[in-house]
Each structure stands twice: as structure tokens, then as C-alpha cells.
């Protein structure tokens, strides 16, 4: 068994006593303790994640914004200001899902998107074969030298201020979506949890020190595990289980992440022109006891599905999902999940679950 | 958290104590609460049911995965622990002080065959390494 990596905080993440566990190649903390109060703590305050395995990598050249608008099913013709965040999945000409991923604007000549850490390898591999084939001058850098730390939740503004003081003064008034440099760092208001806070990119000697300026700031360390939960409510799609190679972004609610119109020509967009529609991401609360968990069976009027992520939701005290279904189902219909050899009744919902700290169902 | 010395054990996390009435009343370790984390829900079986040994008859739930109890020893479910089903936190909180199901043994003398205190916490340090 090879080594697992371990990220520049690996050191604070034994001296917080985190459990650590094999993330994609990576040792990661899974919780500091107790998953359900580090979920509870973003909600209503604010925590950190290290999130430094996952990989940013600069495409910088003249050809770069002709390049990510033939490599990217979102279309970067969206981005046009320093700092300006765009979320896409990157598909195969099939019209399958390679990987979602943030790319950021930072001048025309210089992008940076941020892959799964589980499919930076793959990713870039793409990517440099898109490149050799169609702008063989753009160079395609990965940031293995830069961490990522992000911090979330209600007070996480509040907090980050009292831990950089100065940062205020450029960070203070970014939207959602927006980035932008500070020195050797980036930061971003962008996240995967459904609560206000930023993504920061800095050099890994950096790393440490933020996140030691961060705790005494009262941000509290927050594992991989509350991460999914807090993603599971907010309804964001996780790379692996809500999509892959063999399905469609329209077939994991991400249609809206699709710039279908206009002429630009991406990989995959033929395909998914040409593929029939049949299924589709819905939300699922338990309305019997019990947990949803995913690859579940679900039974419908139109077809069976599955679920696809699924968990105990800690702001809701109940049991939600996202579940790939026929398409006929509609919100408020009623399904049944079989768990452990038993048919349980859940109700079609919308999702998001949770947003910025409410529930939405 | 020591190992309680007046319980039996089972390799597969189970503890189970002789009550006075003659009944078993079995939980989960606080190796087993530790391992899987924050409890979410509980599922216990019916009062009235037959187990067999080494049958799955409980689920407990974390906010990580589903986990099968299962009977320590053959016999008769005869009551089960409401209070746990409804806060199962309180698991994380004292796994062997919160009970799950009682069973009346098929067999008194099956309990012997069940790991003491010493014996299973050799067990625990053996899966560590």
C-alpha cells in the first residue's frame, strides 16, 4: 500500500485529535470529535476546512478562454471581471461527467479551476490532451504549492476579519461568486455548505499560520464528514456519487449549470442534444423512521430509481436524499425506499434542504 | 472508557449483562459508539421475538454508516429500550449505561460461552494493529 498524501495542515489536524481517514489518496480528517456539533457549529457560527487536496490549476496562454469554452459545459464567456467564480462540469463527448469543478477568472490570460481531489489525476490528463490537440501554447500548471482552506458559516466573515486583520479591506465586499487576490493568496466567496463564507488559496508554508490565526479567531476545525452533510442539505452534487462518467448533468440536476444555447460548440454537447431525458435528481425526506443512504432502491408510479446520496440531516432532525429517478416524478409524490428488505415511505421534495442556516422544507 | 468487569462479551461488539430476574440485557460497546460516531437512529426488534445466537436483531445508525446488532444469545426479546430509540446520542454518551434489548435466555448457561472484560479487550487491542 502506497503512503497516503498528506496536506501542509496534516500536523494541526493531529494536534486537534481528528480522526483521520483514506480520502481519495489523501490522509484527511473525517471529525474533531463529533461530526453532528461541527455541522451544528457551521450552521450557526462558523468553521474551517482544510480542503488542501483538492488541486487548483492555472491554464495560462492566449488561447485560454477559446480553450475553456470548447473544455467546459458551463461557458466562461460568463466570466469577465478579476476574481469572477463559475461552477461547471467537465463532460466526454459522450456527455458523461469527468468531473465538477470552480474555475475562477484572473486576467485573460490566466484561469484557474479547482478539481475533485480524486480526479485531479484523470483531469489533467484530459486537459492536457484537449490542450496538445487544440492549443498546444497553453500552459497547464497545477498548484500543488498552494493550499486551500475553506471557511464557512454565518460569522465566518466576522471571524476571518478578526483573524487577517486587513483582509476586510478587499474581501469585505465580494459577492457570492466573486474572488479575488490578496498577495500570494486568492480568496473567494465560495463554498459547499449553503452558508455565507470563502475559500482562500494560499501558498502551503502559509498555510499553518492562517489556520492557527483562524482557531484563536474562534473558527472552529471542521471535518470531511460534516462537510458532506452540510453539502447534503445545501443539495450540492458530489463528484463519484450524485454523477460520473456514465451520467449526464442533466441526469444530476446540473441543467442549469449547462450553457446549451448559442453556437459555442463544447465536448459532450452533442451528446446531450441527442440523448433521450428519461431521468432525473430529485430531493427525498423519510417520512417513516430510519436513515436514507445511498445506492437504496426507490420505487415509483413511473419506475425505480436510487438514491444517490443520502444521510441523516442534523438542521432538519430527519432523513433526506438526492435520489436519481424516472422522470415523471413530481415534487410531492409520494415513493417508497427499500431499506433493508423493507419498503419505507419518503416524499418528493425540492432541494436545497438548508440555506444559510434555514430549513427549506 | 474502561471495560466494565460484571458484563459478558461478543467479538462483534455486543455487551450483555445476567440481570437478577434472570433476563440479558444486551447494548453496544463503547468501542462499537466510538468506531461508528454520532448515533442518529435505532432500530430495536420486536418484543415477543425468537433470536438465535449470533442472529441480527438491532440496527444502529450514525451519521457515517448502518451497523447489524446482533443477539449475544438465543431467546426471547422482552422488552426493548424506547428512551434510546428516541435520543440516540445518548449511546455516544454512555454505551454501556444505555441499553438496547432484553432477551430471556433459551439457555441461562449461554452466557458463559461470551468473552469477559479481559478477554475482549485483548480482542480490541488485537483489531487495532
Known amino acids: ?361 | 472508557m474502561s471495560i466494565p468487569t460484571d458484563l459478558k462479551y461478543t467479538p462483534s461488539h455486543e455487551w450483555a449483562r445476567l440481570d437478577a430476574d434472570g433476563s440479558v440485557t444486551v447494548g453496544i460497546t463503547d468501542h462499537a459508539q466510538e468506531l461508528l460516531g454520532d448515533m442518529v437512529f435505532i432500530e430495536n426488534p420486536s418484543v415477543g421475538r425468537m433470536v438465535a445466537a449470533g442472529e441480527e436483531c438491532a440496527v444502529v445508525e450514525s451519521v457515517k454508516a448502518a451497523s447489524d446488532v446482533y443477539a449475544p444469545i438465543a431467546g426471547e426479546v422482552i422488552a426493548v429500550n424506547e428512551a434510546i430509540e428516541a435520543e440516540p446520542q445518548r449511546l455516544n454518551e454512555d454505551a454501556f449505561e444505555n441499553w438496547l434489548f432484553r432477551v430471556k435466555p433459551a439457555h441461562a448457561a449461554d452466557l458463559d460461552s461470551l468473552m469477559d472484560a479481559v478477554a475482549y479487550q485483548a480482542a480490541v487491542d488485537a483489531e487495532a494493529h
Open chain 1, 1 to 361: 500500500m502506497t503512503a497516503l498524501k498528506q496536506t501542509p495542515l496534516n500536523a494541526q489536524h493531529r494536534a486537534a485529535h481528528a480522526k483521520l481517514v483514506d480520502f481519495s489518496g489523501w490522509e484527511m480528517p473525517l471529525h474533531y470529535g463529533s461530526q453532528l456539533e461541527e455541522h451544528h457549529q457551521v450552521r450557526r457560527d462558523a468553521g474551517m476546512f482544510d480542503v488542501s487536496h483538492m488541486l487548483p490549476v492555472d491554464f495560462r496562454g492566449e488561447a485560454v478562454r477559446p480553450f475553456l469554452k470548447r473544455l467546459l459545459a458551463n461557458d466562461v464567456d460568463k466570466l469577465q471581471t478579476t476574481g469572477r467564480a463559475l461552477y461547471s462540469c467537465m463532460l466526454h463527448a459522450g456527455g458523461g461527467v469527468i468531473d465538477d469543478l470552480i474555475v475562477y477568472y484572473l486576467n485573460e490570460n490566466w484561469f484557474r479551476i479547482v478539481f475533485n481531489a480524486g480526479c485531479a489525476e484523470k483531469d489533467l490528463a484530459w486537459a492536457e490532451t484537449q490542450r496538445d490537440a487544440h492549443a498546444p501554447e497553453l500552459e497547464i500548471i497545477p498548484r500543488r504549492d498552494l493550499a486551500m482552506i475553506a471557511v464557512q458559516g454565518p460569522n465566518a466573515a466576522a471571524k476571518l476579519w478578526q483573524a487577517m486583520p486587513g483582509l476586510e479591506g478587499v474581501a469585505g465586499t465580494l459577492k457570492a461568486f466573486y474572488g479575488a487576490p490578496v498577495g500570494e493568496m486568492f480568496v473567494a466567496r465560495t463554498g459547499y455548505t449553503g452558508e455565507d463564507g470563502f475559500e482562500l488559496m494560499l501558498p502551503a508554508k502559509a498555510a499553518p499560520f492562517l489556520w492557527q490565526a483562524a482557531l484563536e479567531a474562534g473558527i472552529r476545525p471542521i471535518g470531511l464528514g460534516a462537510r458532506d452533510t452540510l453539502r447534503l442539505e445545501a443539495g450540492m452534487a458530489l463528484y463519484g456519487q450524485d454523477m460520473d462518467e456514465g451520467i449526464t448533468p442533466f441526469e444530476a440536476g446540473l441543467a442549469w449549470t449547462v450553457a446549451m444555447d448559442g453556437e459555442r460548440d463544447f465536448i459532450g454537447k452533442h451528446s446531450l442534444k441527442s440523448l433521450p431525458r428519461n431521468r432525473q435528481m430529485v430531493g427525498l425526506k423519510l417520512i417513516d423512521r430510519g436513515v436514507l443512504r445511498i445506492h437504496q432502491p426507490v420505487e415509483t408510479e413511473h419506475g425505480a430509481g436510487e438514491i444517490t446520496s443520502g444521510g441523516f440531516s442534523p438542521t432538519l432532525n430527519a432523513s433526506i436524499a438526492l435520489a436519481r429517478v424516472p422522470s415523471g416524478v413530481q415534487l410531492g409524490d409520494r415513493v417508497e425506499v427499500i431499506i433493508r428488505d423493507r419498503a419505507l415511505a419518503a416524499e418528493v421534495v425540492k432541494y436545497p434542504f438548508v440555506r444559510h442556516g434555514k430549513a427549506l422544507i
